[in-house]
């Protein structure tokens, strides 16, 4: 297995369409397309043109999800008496340049999701049960890159009292969300590849 965060794991998905960015790819305003989704696009194709990654960036809050996701996964080996089995990036079976990273799979049909946020977002998600749904998007697509059929959502903070450090959550997606998704994702990439295209009959013979 290539571990996610290695240097060969962010080889593997470079110039891709990943779960943890299918939200911004799909994201509408009331007008029409949001400016993530053309943000995205100029990423991916900086990426490809250049063989660089472009998420160099990280913050204290992303330091402290990395970093807890081990305990926040023997927890839910813990309180759910099962095993996980963690993976690196898997692509799309159909849909080139697009794959997803699961936290882990679990059993033969399920995925595991793990969040480590910081309290306030753990303390409303505790109070909630509400996933939000940039997480229900990334979930569906690793649903889809994966064959499998349903995730569990964790949030887990170990900075509350043992009792309340964690939720779990059951996301399955409704009927026909994963096709749905596939088509917006075919789209999203095809307009990419036209982009790419043009830009190659721009190089200086």
């Not at 110039?15 to 696009?41: C, E, H, Q």
């Not at 759910?80 to 340049?97: L, N, S, T, Y």
Request: proline fraction near 5%; charged fraction near 25%; include cysteine.
């Amino acid at each position: 297995m290539i571990e996610q965060g290695s240097e060969e794991w962010f080889r593997q998905r470079l110039g891709k369409l990943t779960a943890s960015r299918v939200a911004d790819a799909l994201a509408r305003t009331k007008t029409g397309w949001s400016a993530s989704r053309a943000n995205l696009m100029s990423a991916l194709i900086i990426e490809r043109i250049t063989g660089q990654p472009t998420e160099a960036y990280t913050n204290d809050a992303m330091r402290w999800g990395i970093e807890t996701e081990p305990q926040a996964r023997d927890a839910y080996c813990f309180y759910m008496d099962c095993e996980v089995e963690q993976v690196g990036f898997i692509d799309h079976p159909e849909i080139a340049m697009s794959g997803a990273s699961p936290d882990g799979l679990v059993g033969a049909d399920g995925l595991l999701e793990i969040k480590c946020p910081n309290s306030a977002t753990h303390l409303e998600f505790m109070l909630s049960g509400i996933i939000p749904g940039k997480y229900q998007k990334q979930m569906t697509w690793q649903l889809a890159c994966t064959q499998r059929t349903w995730c569990d959502y964790i949030s887990f903070d170990p900075r509350f009292p043992a009792d309340l450090q964690f939720r779990r959550m059951r996301f399955v997606p409704k009927k026909g969300a994963i096709d749905d998704m596939e088509t917006e994702v075919s789209d999203f990439l095809g307009e990419l590849d036209a982009k790419l295209a043009k830009l190659q009959k721009l190089r200086t013979p």
